[in-house]
């Protein structure tokens, strides 16, 4: 049963004895005085059918909770003890002096209720709802986009603490599993830890890797093979757990052909690595060479001059779907202010992506070419007039693909191009070439033209052996070849772009998103870490702190309520 709030105040209203100790122009004075305009009874209506039994918290308290818990980053318990003893979190929320707290358990029950309804990103819609009515939007076509990584909630593991997890959760998941780990296996996996060996002996340490690897076969023969059972979902995850771990990271040891049964931990990092059998959509990423993350990778879009985040979304660290520029993209075309926020209710039913962005390639798998003398490809200008943004972003956010979708989606891009690097220092680059798309050639700087192939790649060869210009375009011995990147009239004209006055003033507008990147991953001075496991709870994590950091930014605003409309000051 849907709980209610009391209009009448209690005798030690929080509000009434010390609402004036609240700062002005702070979250917890707008909630105090507008919590329930903002969360009223139908925020959280539909998740409850029934009429009957115990009611539940009201409305407007679990929305100010969950923006006071996540404006602050405190865990459940802190929360609990926030709402019990903090002064402000009481005015904010409406509670007497002396009210007592709930468990917080009660938190774990309210995310998975929201999480499993129809509209899990509530409180960030709520929000959205009330930057639309002010009409604050209204007009501001600029965004800025950019990522941060988050570190995950567990461990990293190393490949025997994954193998020996990932056996002992086939022991609890799969059924009769037990009995054939006690039959098949060499190890004992009923132990806490991990197995005692001589961890200094190098044999011994590989010898432990053999042995994790040969039982994980062994029992994936019995359990996974020809002759299993049907399994239901749980089991097969397990199941197909353990196939992964067993096999990312190892590989047959030095003069092995992987019958002989003898592996080793494999001298290679695999692409998308599972880092922890606790959390299986973690990963590894790098923000340079030398400095590696672990964790997921959070999206944030910004509009620059009022500093409000128009859209986020929280990935994986690396993989399928994590790439800057494809969510760059998928975050301008589900943009719900790009009509002045007429729509900001119904965000979810704006395209996830423009046309295109699909594809987007891991970081170093693109053509490294890039387009030369070549008129921009048309726009969609009924797309641009119809409500086109113009997004900002660092050179990750402009790959061809991702260029060609904001062109389709009528979006404007003021996004620095990737540099280009000469074959020789000093010597011509891929601009220097011309190519003709429709002829499908290329021609050199010496006026040798060769056709593309159809993967196009272009090899200029014996023409470079007597060309004059040659120590400046290549060393190499068979003369000079090169790809051209399907979407290189785009990229030439990013380059021509970022080398004129008007980008050059324009583009340190980008520089707002740090900021909002900054509010977004940091909590008093330290970076924030992720308390919940798996990619879709961290994406509400992050929605729900957005919102706080807009509700944040509109209460400095001097938001308020006036004559039945949201106002500003």
């Not at 005692?196 to 011994?204: E, G, K, L, T």
């Not at 929605?543 to 106002?567: D, P, Q």
Request: net charge neutral.
């Amino acid at each position: 049963m849907q709980g209610k709030s009391r209009l009448d105040r209690e005798l030690l209203d929080a509000g009434e004895m010390a609402g004036h100790l609240v700062p002005p122009g702070s979250v917890f004075a707008f909630l105090a005085e507008h919590r329930r305009e903002l969360f009223p009874d139908s925020f959280t209506a539909d998740l409850f059918s029934s009429r009957t039994g115990r009611p539940s918290l009201p409305a407007d308290l679990v929305g100010s909770v969950l923006v006071l818990k996540e404006l602050y980053d405190l865990s459940d318990p802190q929360t609990a003890d926030a709402l019990k003893f903090d002064i402000r979190w009481k005015v904010a929320c409406g509670r007497s002096l002396t009210q007592m707290s709930f468990d917080p358990s009660t938190l774990v029950y309210w995310r998975r209720r929201i999480a499993a309804s129809d509209r899990p990103d509530r409180v960030f819609d709520a929000v959205a709802e009330l930057i639309a009515a002010t009409g604050i939007l209204r007009g501001r076509r600029r965004r800025c986009v950019d990522s941060t990584v988050f570190d995950d909630a567990v461990a990293t593991q190393d490949t025997v603490t994954q193998l020996v997890a990932a056996v002992r959760k086939v022991a609890r998941v799969v059924p009769g599993a037990a009995a054939v780990i006690a039959q098949v296996c060499t190890l004992d996996y009923g132990k806490a830890g991990k197995p005692d060996i001589d961890w200094d002996d190098p044999q011994a340490r590989q010898g432990l890797v053999s042995d994790l690897v040969n039982d994980a076969l062994r029992l994936l023969e019995v359990l996974a093979g020809p002759d299993a059972p049907e399994r239901d979902a749980a089991a097969a995850d397990a199941l197909g757990l353990l196939a992964l771990v067993a096999g990312q990271d190892v590989e047959p040891a030095d003069g092995s052909d992987g019958t002989d049964g003898r592996w080793r931990i494999a001298r290679k990092v695999a692409p998308d690595r599972v880092i922890s059998t606790v959390d299986t959509e973690a990963r590894h990423t790098r923000k340079s060479k030398s400095k590696r993350r672990d964790g997921f990778r959070g999206h944030v879009g910004a509009e620059p001059e009022t500093g409000l985040i128009t859209d986020c979304e929280m990935t994986m660290a690396a993989g399928e779907g994590s790439t800057d520029a494809g969510n760059g993209v998928k975050m301008a075309c589900r943009d719900r202010f790009r009509d002045g926020g007429d729509n900001a209710a119904a965000a979810g039913d704006a395209p996830a992506a423009a046309p295109g962005s699909e594809a987007r390639p891991e970081p170093g798998s693109e053509p490294r070419p890039e387009p030369g003398p070549q008129p921009e490809p048309e726009r969609d200008d009924t797309a641009a007039q119809a409500g086109g943004l113009e997004v900002y972003g660092d050179s990750a956010y402009g790959s061809g693909e991702a260029r060609a979708a904001y062109r389709d989606a009528g979006h404007d891009t003021i996004i620095k191009p990737k540099p280009v690097q000469p074959a020789v220092p000093g010597g011509f680059t891929i601009d220097d070439f011309a190519v003709d798309e429709d002829a499908g050639t290329v021609t050199c700087p010496g006026g040798v033209t060769r056709p593309m192939s159809k993967t196009r790649t272009v090899t200029f060869g014996a023409a470079c052996a007597g060309c004059p210009l040659r120590g400046r375009c290549t060393t190499a011995k068979d003369g000079r070849s090169m790809t051209i990147h399907p979407h290189e009239a785009l990229l030439r004209a990013a380059r021509a772009q970022a080398r004129t006055s008007e980008f050059k003033d324009k583009y340190p507008t980008r520089s707002m998103i740090e900021r909002v990147i900054s509010w977004t991953a940091t909590q008093n001075g330290r970076r924030v870490k992720l308390r919940y496991i798996g990619t879709a709870k961290n994406n509400a994590w992050l929605h729900t702190r957005c919102a706080a950091i807009n509700l944040r930014t509109l209460a400095g605003r001097g938001l308020t309520r006036s004559g039945g409309a949201w106002v500003l000051a």
